[in-house]
């Protein structure tokens, strides 16, 4: 009885403090929303409300108008989605050959691949936009996409995914006269959905809500991706709060919606490739 009591009383104060620390994440979202609904003179007024006196969508009308938007939103539709493709393309390509084939220099070749996990992309910044600029991709889909075209990190995540699919699986294929590229195509990629799912969430979301790459890249107002296009409402002296406000509501809404759809493959993704914990 003692147990139990004590159990729950866990229980209960391990409840209590998720939805506390819950309150804290979610706040900033819910400040967010609440802005995007009030006119504008609220937004500023002194002592701060959290939830809008009158209601108006106001801020939502507006953003179409006086930015393009639209524009915005299919640049970064294009930019994240192009590249989540590309890079699952590759990354499962060479995670392939590092967890299945035999070839010289392999474990050289992994090493170093790692390697460049831990080099910032600051130091490469420069080079990388010096040959964009030599190959006339400065404001071209090609300049956003291509050098984001594969990653250290989905080709590691993908390799340790690789490497707990049992071998018997391919040792049969192999036996009936299966290639590697039927091995890879029909065997490998439809048992990874997890992994592919949830390096495709990370892909995007990273992407999605990437700044400082499309700030280099693009010069033009009409190849500005989401995040880029919404620094244009923080102007030297104002910020008009409200519509900026309603524009990270709209850019996170693609955002969420994938979380969503790939959530069950997401959360066992991380757990067969040994990221969890």
Not at 212 to 232: D, E, F, K
Request: aromatic fraction near 16%; charged fraction near 15%; proline fraction near 6%.
């Amino acid at each position: 009885m003692v147990v139990q009591d004590s159990n729950r009383v866990e229980r209960i104060a391990l409840f209590t403090v998720l939805v506390i620390v819950s309150i804290f994440m979610l706040f900033p979202f819910v400040w967010m929303l609440c802005t995007s609904l009030k006119p504008e003179a609220d937004v500023v007024t002194w002592p701060p409300r959290l939830f809008p006196r009158r209601i108006t969508f106001e801020a939502y009308k507006t953003i179409w108008h006086q930015i393009p938007f639209l524009r915005f939103f299919l640049n970064t539709i294009v930019f994240a989605g192009g590249v989540t493709l590309s890079s699952l393309i590759f990354d499962s390509f060479s995670a392939y050959a590092f967890a299945r084939l035999d070839f010289p220099g392999k474990n050289a070749l992994f090493t170093l691949i790692l390697i460049t996990l831990m080099v910032p992309f600051h130091v490469v910044m420069i080079p990388v936009f010096s040959l964009l600029h030599k190959l006339d991709w400065i404001n071209t889909y090609a300049g956003l996409m291509i050098p984001r075209a594969s990653s250290a990190f989905g080709i590691f995540f993908l390799r340790q995914f690789f490497r707990g699919i049992p071998r018997e699986l391919e040792d049969a294929a192999f036996v009936d006269g299966a290639n590697v590229w039927w091995i890879y195509s029909k065997i490998i990629l439809p048992l990874s959905k997890p992994a592919l799912a949830t390096l495709a969430v990370f892909h995007f979301m990273f992407n999605w809500n990437d700044f400082l790459w499309p700030l280099i890249v693009t010069t033009s107002v009409n190849m500005r991706t989401l995040p880029t296009g919404l620094a244009l409402f923080m102007g030297k002296h104002v910020v008009e709060y409200a519509i900026l406000m309603a524009g990270v509501v709209l850019a996170l809404l693609p955002v969420t919606i994938a979380y969503l759809s790939a959530q069950q493959h997401f959360v066992r993704g991380i757990a067969l490739t040994g990221l969890k914990g």
